[in-house]
């Protein structure tokens, strides 16, 4: 069973510029899943979406980050203009509907950017 | 709100030795607890969890993990450490009364297996 796969692996880009993300959870999975990790940090939920709907959303920073997630599969996260403090990795997770609560996350190899 | 701490970013041990990671939650319900493992270049994978019933939890690679509530922890052990197991190892909480959960993860701890 293929994994959650997530593109580019690496980005660099200038400040603002813009940049965008893309993953593919596992087939079958409701659940999507955009984390924001920092060097040394744990990762911290952007948004969920179950299916097409973002359903948490309160930590994406609306100003200059906005994901879709058209016909409930594919996913992307976007950022424009970026900035310095943008640099990190975004990893993207994916679960079956019911296991949301549960802990039990699919996570991607995670897109780094660096922004200069 | 609920929080994890990690105690020690870095954590090196022999090869066979002991491995303890520490984690104390934070949560005003009975939390859902977990370790996750990151292996270089590679994505968090569930080591572990804890949600209801026995306390002590057995995950993958050896290694296990006990709820204790009255020390408000979750530390992760492992009898002998192996070359493989170095990774970077995050603790999570979440709360199982919440439709809107969302998992907390903490901040990492870095383990180094020294030959």
């Known amino acids: 069973e293929a994994g959650v796969v997530q593109s580019p692996r690496y980005k660099i880009i200038e400040k603002k510029q813009p940049v965008a993300f893309w993953c593919n959870p596992i087939s079958g999975h409701n659940t999507l899943y955009w984390y924001l990790q920092n060097l040394g940090q744990g990762p911290e939920l952007l948004i969920r979406y179950e299916n097409e709907e973002a359903v948490d959303d309160s930590q994406l920073p609306k100003d200059r980050f906005s994901a879709e997630r058209l016909k409930g599969v594919d996913s992307t996260l976007k950022i424009q203009p970026a900035e310095l403090g943008d640099s990190a990795v975004y990893l993207c997770a994916s679960s079956p509907r019911d296991n949301y609560n549960t802990g039990e996350l699919f996570f991607g190899e995670g897109s780094r950017l660096t922004v200069l | 709100a609920q929080s994890v701490t990690q105690l020690g970013s870095h954590v090196s041990v022999s090869e066979g030795a002991l491995v303890l990671l520490r984690c104390n939650y934070s949560s005003s319900v009975p939390p859902y607890l977990f370790w996750y493992v990151q292996y270089p270049n590679q994505g968090l994978q569930l080591l572990l969890k804890?949600?209801?019933?026995?306390?002590l939890v057995k995950g993958i690679n050896g290694f296990e993990a006990e709820f204790k509530k009255s020390e408000t922890s979750f530390h992760l052990t492992k009898p002998s450490a192996h070359m493989s197991d170095a990774a970077e190892y995050f603790c999570?909480?979440?709360?199982?009364?919440?439709?809107?959960?969302?998992?907390?993860f903490g901040s990492g701890t870095r383990l180094s297996i020294r030959p």
């Open positions: 804890y949600t209801t019933g026995a306390t």
């Open positions: 999570a909480v979440s709360d199982p009364n919440s439709s809107a959960s969302k998992i907390i």
